[in-house]
Nanobody, 118 residues
């Protein structure tokens, strides 16, 4: 059972920037993909961005061009740098990881709140 611990959430003004971090208890290299999802009040959880073991990335259209996902294998950490934040980016952000030969294992962090408001 992998443990994912997020940090970096908080209150930020519209147009501001934020970096979220996710640390895995085990080695990040055992994960096929790692990424971020978010869930706003009254809405379904949605994918924000993910990065594969070989470094390929994918972004939701809503954050493309404003966000960068990256990882540091040596630190077992994944980051989500977000800029030009909008009120609609307000949500609980969850770190997510997938492992296994057939992606049969999925892990979630506890979530970190991001609030974009003036």
């Amino acid at each position: 059972q992998a443990q994912l611990v997020e940090s970096g959430g908080g209150l930020v003004q519209p147009g501001g920037s934020l970096r979220l971090s996710c640390k895995t208890e085990g080695t990040i290299l055992s994960m096929n993909t790692m990424g971020w999802y978010r869930q706003a009040p009254g809405k379904q959880r949605e994918m924000v961005a993910y990065i594969t073991r070989d470094g390929s990335t994918k972004y939701a259209d809503s954050v493309k061009g404003r966000s960068t996902i990256s990882k540091e294998n040596a630190k077992n950490q994944v980051y989500l740098q977000m800029s030009s934040l909008k009120p609609e980016d307000t949500a609980v952000y969850y770190c997510h990881a997938v492992a296994g030969w057939e992606d049969e294992y999925a892990y979630w962090g506890q979530g970190t709140q991001v609030t974009v408001s003036s």
